[in-house]
C-alpha cells in the first residue's frame, strides 16, 4: 500500500481526499505568482514582436536568440538544481511556468525542447561530472539541446529503435548509427539525449555533441502548425562519442525515455491548460462587439453555451494539473534533500504517479482541442483567417494529441498500471472491485433524502463513477484474464471512466477547498463549472460503461450489471442552461477565465 504520509498514484480511486490535502492554484505563494508575471513579461516584450515572422513566416532560427533571451531572465533553470546553477524550482511552480509559456506559441515547443526533456535526463540520471559539465550550461542557454527518440520506423514503440552503438577496439567511443526524426531545437542545437541499441540490443541513452563528425542535420520540416519551432531530422553515420557520455545505465534507456515522457505529458498538461484560456481571453472581446439581429453574439445562447463548455473543461483541466502538481511536491518532500542520489529519487517519486500523468495529458489535450474548434466557430470566418489568433491555435493544438505519446497510447497506460499496480500488490484493487460487484449484483437499498450541503449530489455522483471503474475494470479484468492487454477498446473506454471520474474529483475539491476557507459565495463560480462537468460526465460514464459491460459479458449477466450500472449512474437532470448562462456572464463580463 502507499506510503501513509502521501497518496499515491492511482489512489485516488479507492480513499477519500480531504480538500486541505489537495494543491490548488488559489494556493500559489507570492514568489510563484512573481515567476508567472515574469513569464507572461517576457511573452509580452520578447515574443510578441517578433510572432509574425515566428509564427506565419516559420522563421525557426529565431527560437536560438530567443532561448538566449529567456536564459537570461532565469526562464529555463526552474528544473536546474541549486547546485548546478538552477533553482530547484517545486513542481508547482514549474507547472505555472508551462501554463504561462503557451502563450509564446511556437517558443513554448522551443522552450519545452531546452528546458524539460533536453535537460531532465542529465538532471535525473546524470552522473555528477555530467551534471557539473553541462547543467549550468543549459541553465542559461549557453548550451542549446534536444532530445532524440523517435525514428522513421519506430514512434510510440521506442524500444524498437535502429540507432546502434558498437564499443571501439580501444574502448574510448561508442560508433554510432541511425536516425532520429522530428527533433525540435535540432536546427541549431549543440547536443542531443539520444537513445541507441549497444550490439543493437541494449538500449541505452547518450549524451551526443551534434558537433562531431558524422553527424547531419536534415531540413526543417514543413508543419501544419508550430510553425516558429525547428523541426528536424538528425543521421548519424559512424560517430564517436566517448564513453563518459553513457548517460545512465546500459541497458536502462528505457528508464530515462519513459519517464522523460511522463514529465513530458505533464507539462504539456499544464501547457494546454494555458491555451484553453488564452482561447477565451481571443475570443470573448470579439463576441461582445461583433453584433448579429441586432444583438452582440455574446446575448445567444448556444455562444454563451460553447463559452461555458470551454470555461468548464479548463477548470477541471487546471485543477487535475495542480492537484498532481501537488501530489509530487508532497512525495518529492518525503527524500532527503541532501542525500546523493536525491535528484533520480525524485523522479522515482513522479514516476509513481504516471497514471495521473497519462490523464491529465489526454483530458488537457481535449479540453484544449475543443477550445480551439469552439472558439473558430465563435469567430465564424474571421476564426479561419490569420487576422485573429484563433486560426494559429487551430492548427497547433493539432499536434498536442500526438506529442509525449499519442493520446491512444496513454489511454492503454492508465488501466494498464492501474492492473500493474494491483497485480503487484501496490494498490488493492482487485479487492475493491470485488466488493463493488457484489453491490452491482444486489438488491437495491433506498434511503430519504436530506437537505442537500454544498456539492453533495456532485460528491455523491463522482463517488459513483469511481465505483463504476471499479466494477467494469474489475469485471474485465476477471474475464479476460491476460487477454485484457489485446481489448484495446474496453481499455480505452475504461480510462476515459478514470480521467472523468479524476477530472471530476479534482475540481470538487478544488471547489471545497475554497468554500470552506472563504465561503460558499466565493466558490460559485468553480461550483457552477462543477455541476454542469459532472453531469454531463455521468452521461459519457453511463455510455462507456456499458459499452465495457457488453465487450465482457452477456445473458443474463449482463443485464444484471446492467441493472446495478443504471443505479450507480442514475442521476437527475440539471438545468444545463442556466448553468451555461451564469458561468458565460462571469467569463463575458471579465472578458475572460475568471478564476
Known amino acids: 500500500m502507499a506510503d501513509k504520509q502521501y497518496p499515491t498514484g492511482g489512489e485516488f480511486l479507492l480513499r477519500e481526499t480531504d480538500p486541505e490535502e489537495v494543491f490548488t492554484p488559489e494556493d500559489f505563494n507570492e514568489n510563484q505568482r512573481m515567476f508567472a508575471k515574469t513569464c507572461e513579461d517576457f511573452v509580452e516584450r520578447v515574443i510578441e514582436p517578433v510572432q509574425e515572422e515566428l509564427e506565419y513566416e516559420g522563421n525557426t532560427m529565431l527560437g536560438k536568440d530567443l532561448l538566449k533571451q529567456a536564459g537570461e531572465m532565469g526562464l529555463l533553470m526552474a528544473d536546474i538544481p541549486e547546485a548546478y546553477g538552477g533553482m530547484g524550482s517545486d513542481k ?134 508550430f510553425k516558429g519551432s525547428s523541426t528536424c531530422a538528425i543521421t548519424l553515420e559512424d560517430v564517436k562519442v566517448p564513453v563518459e557520455n553513457v548517460l545512465g545505465e546500459i541497458g536502462k534507456g528505457h528508464r530515462i525515455a519513459f519517464n522523460i515522457l511522463n514529465v513530458g505529458r505533464f507539462k504539456l498538461g499544464a501547457s494546454t491548460v494555458g491555451g484553453c484560456k488564452l482561447v477565451l481571453r481571443h475570443t470573448v472581446p470579439y463576441i461582445k ?5 441586432g444583438h452582440p453574439l455574446s446575448d445567444f445562447g448556444l455562444i454563451r453555451r460553447k463559452v461555458a463548455e470551454i470555461a468548464a473543461h479548463a477548470f477541471v483541466a487546471e ?210 463549472m462543477l455541476t454542469l462537468f459532472t453531469h454531463e460526465a455521468m452521461d459519457k460514464v453511463a455510455v462507456l460503461a456499458r459499452n465495457v459491460l457488453a465487450a465482457t459479458v452477456e445473458g443474463d449477466e449482463l443485464r444484471t450489471y446492467a441493472a446495478g450500472l443504471r443505479r450507480l449512474t442514475k442521476h437527475d437532470p440539471v438545468n444545463r442552461a442556466r448553468l451555461h448562462d451564469a458561468i458565460a456572464e462571469r467569463i463575458i463580463d471579465a472578458e475572460g477565465y475568471t478564476l
Not at 462587439?289 to 439581429?293: G, L, N, P, T
Not at 477498446?489 to 475504461?494: G, K, R
Request: glycine fraction near 8%; hydrophobic fraction near 40%.
Open 92 to 225: 508547482a511552480t514549474i507547472m505555472l511556468i508551462s501554463e504561462k509559456m503557451s502563450a509564446s506559441g511556437s517558443f513554448a515547443v522551443t522552450h519545452g525542447a531546452q528546458s524539460g526533456i533536453g535537460t531532465l535526463p542529465i538532471v535525473y540520471f546524470g552522473t555528477e561530472e555530467q551534471k557539473k559539465k553541462y547543467l549550468p550550461k543549459l541553465a542559461t542557454a549557453e548550451l542549446l539541446t534536444c532530445y532524440g527518440l523517435t525514428e522513421p520506423g519506430s514512434g510510440s514503440d521506442a524500444l524498437a529503435a535502429a540507432t546502434t552503438a558498437k564499443l571501439s577496439e580501444d574502448g574510448k567511443y561508442y560508433i554510432l548509427n541511425g536516425s532520429k526524426q522530428y527533433i525540435s531545437n535540432a536546427g541549431y542545437a549543440e547536443m542531443v539525449i539520444l537513445f541507441a541499441k549497444i550490439d543493437g540490443e541494449h538500449f541505452t541513452g547518450f549524451i551526443v555533441d551534434l558537433k562531431s563528425e558524422g553527424v547531419s542535420i536534415g531540413a526543417e520540416e514543413k508543419k501544419m502548425g
Open 289 to 293: 462587439q461583433r453584433h448579429q439581429f
Open 319 to 528: 485543477s487535475m494539473v495542480y492537484r498532481t502538481a501537488g501530489l509530487f511536491d508532497r512525495a518529492i518532500a518525503t527524500l532527503d534533500k541532501n542525500a546523493p542520489d536525491f535528484d533520480y529519487q525524485s523522479i522515482r517519486k513522479v514516476e509513481e504517479f504516471s497514471i495521473e500523468c497519462s490523464m491529465i495529458k489526454v483530458f488537457a489535450t481535449e479540453a484544449m482541442a475543443l477550445a480551439a474548434e469552439e472558439g473558430v466557430q465563435m469567430l465564424g470566418g474571421y476564426g479561419y483567417c490569420q487576422e485573429y489568433p484563433l486560426e494559429r491555435y487551430y492548427r497547433d493544438e493539432r499536434v498536442n494529441r500526438i506529442f509525449e505519446g499519442t493520446n491512444e497510447i496513454n489511454r492503454l497506460i492508465v488501466p494498464g498500471m492501474i492492473m500493474k499496480k494491483a497485480l503487484k500488490g501496490e494498490l488493492p484493487f482487485l479487492q475493491a472491485a470485488q466488493a463493488v460487484a457484489e453491490e452491482l449484483t444486489a438488491l437495491p437499498s433506498f434511503t430519504e433524502p436530506g437537505e442537500p450541503e454544498f456539492l453533495e449530489e456532485e460528491g455523491k455522483l463522482i463517488a459513483n463513477m469511481k465505483k463504476v471503474v471499479l466494477a467494469v475494470l474489475g469485471l474485465a479484468a476477471q474475464k479476460f484474464g491476460q487477454d485484457l492487454k489485446n481489448q484495446q477498446e474496453v481499455l480505452s473506454d475504461c480510462a476515459d471512466i478514470i480521467m472523468q471520474a479524476y477530472a471530476c474529483e479534482s475540481g470538487w475539491l478544488r471547489a471545497l477547498k475554497k468554500a470552506g476557507r472563504d465561503g460558499e459565495d466565493s466558490a460559485a463560480a468553480m461550483a457552477d
